[in-house]
């Protein structure tokens, strides 16, 4: 088990709506990355946050949004929901450039 | 994108035996690293090998690397039912920001 906090665990919500997902980072780690992960499918990037400031983007839109807090925290907000956003969510912490990512459980998002 | 494909895409034994896995990735890589998920949860890290290595060991885990040909392969030795999981390769490099490309996975099952 890595000290990587998710929250919610899973979540469901309607085509339309916008949802906020959660990441507690490990202790002593700098650096966040979320990436989203489709049934069958490894995961894919979205992004990364270094020092609270996006630092490197993958293949998403700009409704794919982030944050980072001063205790290197992060959150994950997506607005206008599509069905095909339904995936796991998975944040990973890491030291900034460091090799190794330490995933955390993930949250399951359902849009309905 | 997916950078890497695993092949099979499952993979059935019986406990005891062993398990090879293949990844074969696309562009250049500075490393290759290797990670488990149980049950759609979060990714655990195995291994990771360097692009200037050949093989590395961990414990049951023997990882080879032959960027002339763009693989890499996971041998799994003596499984136990434990390890059933899927099995992930990724690929990692620096485009501005430290993000990994992950395969399609290979999904072992072993049987008791």
């Known amino acids: 088990e890595t000290g990587v906090t998710q929250s919610p665990t899973h979540l469901i919500k309607t085509r339309g709506q916008q949802v906020t997902l959660r990441c507690s980072s490990q202790s002593g780690h700098n650096t966040v990355s979320w990436y989203q992960q489709a049934l069958g499918q490894g995961p894919q990037f979205i992004f990364q946050y270094y020092r609270e400031e996006e630092n490197g983007r993958g293949n998403f839109p700009p409704r794919f949004s982030g944050l980072q807090f001063p205790n290197y925290s992060s959150e994950l907000n997506v607005n206008a929901l599509e069905l095909d956003d339904s995936a796991l969510y998975l944040c990973?912490?890491?030291?900034?450039?460091?090799?190794?990512?330490?995933f955390g459980p993930g949250t399951r998002l359902t849009v309905t | 994108s997916q950078q890497g494909e695993e092949d099979p895409q499952a993979l059935s034994i019986q406990e005891g035996e062993n398990a090879t896995m293949n990844c074969s990735y696309k562009?250049?890589?500075?490393?290759l690293q290797w990670y488990r998920q149980n049950s759609g949860r979060g990714l655990v890290h195995l291994i990771l090998i360097r692009s200037n290595e050949r093989e590395k060991h961990s414990g049951r885990l023997r990882v080879t690397l032959d960027t002339s040909k763009k693989s890499s392969s996971l041998l799994i030795t003596a499984s136990r039912a434990a390890d059933t999981a899927s099995y992930f390769c990724a690929t990692d490099g620096w485009t501005g920001s430290y993000q990994l490309t992950f395969g399609k996975g290979t999904k072992l099952s072993v049987i008791p």
């Open positions: 562009t250049s890589i500075n490393n």
């Open positions: 990973a912490s890491s030291q900034q450039g460091a090799n190794e990512q330490y």
